[in-house]
Nanobody, 116 residues
Framework: EVQLVESGGDLVQPGGSLRLSCAAS????????MSWVRQAPGKGLEWVSI????????EYADSVKGRFTISRDNAKNTLYLQMNRLKHEDTAVYYC?????????WGQGTQVAVSS
């Protein structure tokens, strides 16, 4: 059974940093691309970032480029999202997703709130 369990969400002040983690199990983590998707209160889903299975190829939404860094540790079956210089508009539930051409599994999400 595929499981994706996010952690690391918190309340943080604008300009602050957080690192999200996603522990994956139930599949061969190192052979799949992974991505982060978020949903702000009252808004639709927004794709944030994707990373290739080897961890070399990464892409980011324009809204987070230069502030967020996606990474993975295939030995630990864990996906990360380092978020720096956080803004109010980064407030959202962040979901870890498994990619098989398209998203086929989602985690339960972790809440990030950016507020002073």
């Amino acid at each position: 059974e595929v499981q994706l369990v996010e952690s690391g969400g918190d309340l943080v002040q604008p300009g602050g940093s957080l690192r999200l983690s996603c522990a994956a199990s139930g599949f061969t983590f190192s052979t799949y691309s992974m991505s982060w998707v978020r949903q702000a209160p009252g808004k639709g889903l927004e794709w944030v970032s994707i990373i290739g299975n080897g961890g070399v190829i990464t892409e980011y939404a324009d809204s987070v480029k230069g502030r967020f860094t996606i990474s993975r540790d295939n030995a630990k079956n864990t996906l990360y999202l380092q978020m720096n210089r956080l803004k109010h508009e980064d407030t959202a539930v962040y979901y870890c997703t498994k990619m098989a051409g398209m998203i086929d599994y989602w985690g339960q999400g972790t809440q990030v709130a950016v507020s002073s």
